[in-house]
């Protein structure tokens, strides 16, 4: 059980959070059309999931727009962001922010994907929705980076997430042509 803040008191989470090393298991989320869809679907040298309690909420909808903003410059990285909001909240608020490099996701349908990375929030206000949290996968789902946010309230650390980013891509082995992304 990870141990964080919402605006200064303590809240828990539902287990422990993956870190680098670990390998995501096939987890179900739903995309703004209503596809079930893992992210063992999605092919890229890298991915970087956005983890926000809810994306009608100002600091969710800021790191939104920064991570929307950082897409645009990474050709090797595909760059989500995950919440449990309703798959229509999540297409509603990217048409109106005009975010257009981000991938939405919806864990509303099946609830393993918080329980398992040990995110759902278990206790005060937000119990039910997940903790806000950055990581990088590589091609094979293995977690490079973690970051919890130890402040719900606060943004993720921006530049350590593409520090971390420049790191991985320092160190990589190539990448098997399969998984490459196409761009």
């Known amino acids: 059980m990870a141990e964080l803040l919402f ?3 303590t809240i828990h989470t539902s287990g422990t959070v993956p870190q680098p090393g ?11 059309d209503l596809r079930d869809v893992t ?6 040298p890298y991915k970087i999931l956005n983890i926000v309690p809810s ?9 939104a727009r920064e991570f929307d903003q950082y897409a645009v410059k990474l050709a090797d990285a595909l760059v989500f962001t995950i919440s449990r909001d309703l798959p229509f909240a999540l297409a ?7 975010l257009r490099n981000i ?4 864990s509303m349908r099946d609830q393993s994907f918080g329980q398992t990375m040990g995110l759902e929030i278990v206790d005060g206000p937000l119990t039910g929705l997940l903790a806000r949290s950055v990581f990088i996968l590589d091609h094979s789902n293995t ?3 973690a970051e919890l946010v130890p402040e719900i ?3 993720p650390n921006y530049d350590q997430v593409l520090t971390a980013l420049d790191k991985a891509r320092e160190m990589r082995i190539e990448v098997p042509e399969q998984h490459k992304s196409k761009s």
């Open 22 to 32: 670990y390998i995501l298991p096939t987890l179900s989320l739903t995309t703004t």
């Open 7 to 9: 605006k200064g008191e």
């Open 103 to 106: 991938i939405p996701l919806s």
């Open 55 to 63: 994306i009608d909420t100002g600091v969710c909808a800021a790191s």
């Open 143 to 145: 977690v490079l980076y």
């Open 92 to 98: 509603r608020h990217l048409h109106e922010s005009k």
């Open 153 to 155: 309230a606060q943004e």
């Open 39 to 44: 992210l063992q679907s999605f092919v890229s």
